[in-house]
């Protein structure tokens, strides 16, 4: 008797699974294909594709505190010249309780991903999320979640860089949602910073998913500060109908790219967007405008702004995946001076390239799992 139950003992430790942290895979496959009209470097026109396969893998454990440990390890493959590597998306470790929740490492500016969705869905991120004086990512930042108080709730998030002179940049965001109403606003600053511009990108970084040199580093960048401010609201109606509006302004001071701060003191750039969309069955529709203000450098007013007019339709193929079509279309007030954008890329491959019009129109497919 006693060898038999040995025997089972020892059965069951051999074969019983270990408590384990649970972890999910999730993320989603973008196909796009694009014509694009009046290339700065390319003639009239030029056809284009890009695949972006986004993989998030997510864990959390329970504490014997009640309080919960959550990391997060993204990638977005098969884009160039960006995220090459895992980890260089998001790569973090949190805590969360009901106090709310705390992020330690590299992660998404929570401004930026307002900026990026919902405000500057349907094709609209280009000139809003991706144009500015924000950041994209802060390579070693701290960031605070709040609980939510009555549709109520904000976030904070600091980032001392690589610790070189006083280099530092934080942010503080806010958003309140009821019913079919939701209001954001966001606040950042970054000082400092050695890749100062008005490409949105990862605060003080030479590449995605690192901090990089700043003032007193190899790079030897003297004293300067980007300020960025947002605020908007959406309304989604029962009948399937969303409306949307934003204001951001954009601060650039000191030492910062010609192309974009050639005076002693600041320069400003205005941007403002209206959004409508409906929905019906398997039919999306979406129509924008975006209008890119005129900068304005030590209190003289360049003629530099910019209308965009934006439209996309999608359709379902299925719960997870859609067809999509959208088109963007450019008007410059100055052919050779497309606000302070120090790229051609940065307008669709057209800023700055003696043209008044520039259009991209693009297909696509996406979907999630």
Same mark, same amino acid.
Do not use: C
């Given at each position: ?21 649970e972890v ?5 496959? @973008? ?9 700065? &470097? ?20 329970? +504490? #014997?505190?009640? #309080? ?13 010249? =960006? ?6 998306? @998001? ?91 939701? +209001? ?8 400092? &910073? ?32 980007? =300020? ?7 309304? &989604?109606? #029962? ?35 209206? =959004? ?10 979406n129509l ?26 999608n359709y ?45 129109? +693009? ?7």
């Amino acid at each position: 008797m006693f060898k038999r139950i040995l025997m089972v003992s020892l059965l069951a430790t051999a074969f019983a699974a270990p408590a384990m942290a649970e972890v999910a895979i999730s993320g989603s496959a @973008e196909m796009d294909f694009f014509y694009r009209t009046n290339q700065a &470097s390319n003639g009239d026109g030029a056809f284009g594709q890009e695949i972006a396969i986004i993989v998030n893998i997510d864990g959390k454990d329970k +504490l #014997d505190s009640g #309080d919960t440990l959550k990391w997060r390890l993204a990638q977005k493959v098969a884009t160039p010249s =960006r995220y090459d590597s895992f980890g260089q998306r @998001e790569a973090w470790i949190g805590y969360e309780g009901g106090w709310g929740e705390a992020r330690f490492g590299n992660q998404f500016s929570n401004q930026y991903l307002t900026l990026d969705w919902p405000y500057g869905a349907q094709g609209q991120g280009n000139v809003w999320a991706d144009f500015g004086a924000h950041n994209v990512q802060y390579a070693n930042a701290v960031s605070y979640f709040s609980p939510n108080f009555g549709g109520f709730s904000f976030q904070a998030q600091y980032d001392l860089g690589s610790g070189n002179s006083d280099a530092n940049a934080y942010e503080i965001t806010a958003n309140y949602a009821v019913g079919g109403l939701r +209001l954001d606003a966001g606040y950042s600053e970054s000082k400092n &910073s050695a890749t100062m511009s008005s490409e949105a990108y990862v605060f003080g970084g030479s590449a995605w998913g690192t901090s990089g040199d700043f003032s007193g580093g190899t790079s030897n960048v003297g004293d300067n500060k980007a =300020r960025a401010y947002n605020i908007g609201a959406i309304y &989604s109606f #029962d009948n399937g109908f969303n409306v949307a509006a934003s204001m951001k302004r954009n601060e650039w001071t000191g030492d910062v790219d010609n192309a974009i701060h050639a005076g002693t003191g600041k320069t400003t750039v205005d941007q403002y967007l209206v =959004r409508a969309g409906y929905t019906t069955g398997k039919h999306n529709f979406n129509l924008g405008y975006q209008r890119v203000a005129d900068s304005e450098t030590d209190g003289v007013t360049a003629n530099d702004g910019m209308d965009v007019i934006n439209a996309q339709y999608n359709y379902a193929l299925s719960k997870n995946t859609s067809a999509f079509v959208q088109a963007r279309h450019h008007m410059m007030d100055n052919a050779n001076k497309t606000s302070v954008m120090h790229g051609a890329w940065q307008l669709d491959g057209a800023a700055n390239g003696g043209k008044d019009t520039a259009t991209r129109i +693009l297909v696509g497919t996406w979907t999630g799992f």
